[in-house]
């Protein structure tokens, strides 16, 4: 089987890469929009105590004020607040009133502190919507003009609450995703030079799984909307690790077994058929457990995890695809001069140091599984200590 998809995808490789290209533009562009769910407590099972507790709240007082948003209010100096200062805070309450922002349902002074040192304005949100990006935005606008209408007086506006928090876990987490992926592809081109001393193998893994995550991420959409699942933003930095993780090593399976046939003197198109007839299979066992590991998830009782199972199992399978078609083709299309300038693929390198590392484990076997087992043990006492 994996032969035929091999010359299939060598016979044709432009067809190949046209197919991903229209496949790529038209899920992406079709993906329904998934809102982002910071609100943790969405993805408790309803058995939990707390999720209980807040449902019998809910039904008993419908109408109970809980505000989404806080501004706290203090002096600058950080000494009592006056007279003025307090008028100065029924003008702000009124004004944010007065705005009318997106989300935002009533806005009214809370009760200052014992030591009239701090003053409140409580501001209610649309309760369907708590821990959506829609109250994070409301969030924004609201810190904004907080701080705007405090200017020319001695107060320094904050803002808290549910609402606030969402919105600085947004910017906490894009923050994080930028860095993961920075860390991703920096680790990546780097191994990859060292491995190849070639500049084009370096960047070439980077684009294609690029393009592959596009298509996962809408696919993920597109299931997590079929499957009415809960979307959360973390999954997004996961995902960045296990596409281009997973991505690199079916790149360097497929690389290795390529240069090996041309060492050979297989002739460059059909080196790539034989490269993916002797590695399909081991990418394809390999992956189908991966995804049968985190289809294992969607078994857990919290909804996060159930989210995160079919989300992973499918960047897994759209890469393991990937793989077996969009990256032959590329290779086979720009051939031998992938390895551009390094001329090292052209002859076989004598692996003394792992050939004396094999023949030591195999004069050996007793003492180097007793070793490596007692590494094992001494690294897994951490966690004697979880609780």
Not at 112 to 130: E, F, H, I
Not at 186 to 206: D, H, Q
Not at 289 to 307: C, H, M, N, P, R
Request: glycine letters at 8%; zero cysteines; hydrophobic letters at 50%.
């Amino acid at each position: 089987m994996f032969r035929r998809i091999g010359n299939a995808v060598v016979r044709h490789p432009v067809w190949t890469i046209v197919a991903w290209l229209i496949a790529a533009v038209a899920i992406v562009a079709t993906a329904p929009s998934l809102p982002s769910n910071s609100d943790e407590s969405s993805f408790l099972p309803k058995s939990y105590e707390s999720i209980k507790a807040a449902d019998l709240q809910a039904k008993a007082f419908p109408s109970a004020f809980t505000p989404s948003a806080i501004v706290l209010y203090q002096r600058t100096d950080g000494g009592k607040l006056t007279a003025t200062d307090q008028q100065d805070v029924a003008r702000i309450t009124s004004e944010l009133g007065k705005k009318h922002i997106d989300q935002v349902q009533k806005v009214v002074p809370g009760q200052p502190s014992k030591d009239g040192r701090y003053a409140l304005t409580l501001v209610q949100m649309d309760s369907k919507n708590a821990g959506q990006p829609k109250q994070a935005d409301a969030a924004k606008v609201l810190r904004e003009d907080a701080k705007e209408l405090a200017k020319g007086t001695h107060l320094d506006a904050k803002l808290g609450g549910s609402a606030a928090q969402a919105l600085d876990q947004q910017d906490s987490s894009q923050r994080g995703q930028a860095l993961i992926g920075i860390g991703t592809f920096a680790i990546i081109l780097v191994t990859l030079l060292i491995i190849f001393r070639a500049p084009i193998l370096a960047v070439l893994p980077l684009i294609l799984i690029g393009l592959v995550s596009a298509v996962a991420n809408g696919l993920i959409a597109y299931a997590t909307k079929l499957f009415d699942l809960q979307a959360n933003s973390s999954i997004s930095s996961i995902l960045i690790v296990v596409l281009f993780g997973v991505g690199t090593d079916y790149f360097l399976f497929l690389m290795f077994r390529y240069r090996e046939r041309l060492r050979a003197g297989d002739e460059p198109k059909q080196a790539m058929v034989n490269a993916v007839d002797r590695v399909g299979e081991a990418i394809a066992s390999a992956a189908g457990a991966v995804i049968i590991a985190f289809l294992a998830l969607v078994l857990s009782t919290l909804g996060f995890l159930k989210q995160m199972g079919p989300a992973l199992a499918i960047a897994v399978a759209a890469t393991l695809i990937a793989g077996l078609t969009l990256i032959p083709a590329v290779v086979s299309l720009i051939g031998p001069k992938v390895f551009w300038p390094s001329k090292s693929w052209q002859r076989e390198p004598d692996n003394a140091r792992f050939a004396a590392l094999g023949r030591g484990v195999q004069r050996r076997p007793a003492l180097t599984a007793a070793v490596s087992g007692l590494v094992l043990v001494a690294l897994s006492l951490g966690t004697l200590g979880y609780k």
